[in-house]
């Protein structure tokens, strides 16, 4: 489903809180079509970089473009509704309602509303674990299934992008391998990804192009195929 067409561009963008400086000068593109993944430790300004994206937190500085349009300083529901979704960090969802309820939240946007019932179908269909436990509270379950309600979540809003932060945080092994495996199904149906992750193997392994933060900037990027697990390493931790 890779295409030429630039989906996400983000151009020289500064994010603050207060004197803090948590985002300079990033730059970053994704292309329709690919996954793309976003790599470094515990505070290299990865989350910040979603927020920015996702309208959650406003740059100072710089340009963020999606499908050509200027979404710079746009609400979160606006975004949204422009067609970009995201999986926040640990799997959040709403404890104190059922699976379904969770899901029906997700296709709020007016033309998710629309297709609601097909949306419902598709995310059951890739997530057969949501439809057995669709009325039980989501607080209930276990920490990969609450990962997929939170993508199931998201694809109800049929978005065009998915930013989906810290994928394998605190998952077993088999539980993060079957998630990238609906990563890379829900992805040849047309999604485009964008995935922040610690874990360097499985990021380059399952994405197209790779960028390395640390500090708040991007200090490494390119192909994932062409870009070493060593190099990588030592961007990641600033060797």
Partial sequence: MTSNNVLLKVEGIDVSYGDFQALRKVKLEVKEGTVVSVIGAN???????????????KPSEGKISFMNNDITGCLAHEIVAQGISMVPEGGRVFPGLSVLENLIIGSYTKDARKKKTKLLRRTYDLFPILLEKANQLAGNLSGGQRQMLAIGRA?????KLILFDEVSLGLAPLVVKDIYKQIEAINQEGTTFVLVEQDVRRSLRASEMSY????????????????SEESVRKAYFGI
Avoid at 43 to 57: D, E, H, P, R, V
Avoid at 155 to 159: A, G, I
């Fill in 155 to 159: 694809l109800m809003s049929d978005p």
């Fill in 212 to 227: 390395v933060m640390l500090a708040g900037e991007i200090v490494l990027s390119g192909k994932s195929s062409e870009l």
């Fill in 43 to 57: 505070g290299a300004g990865k989350s910040t970089l979603f927020q920015a994206i996702s309208g959650l937190q």
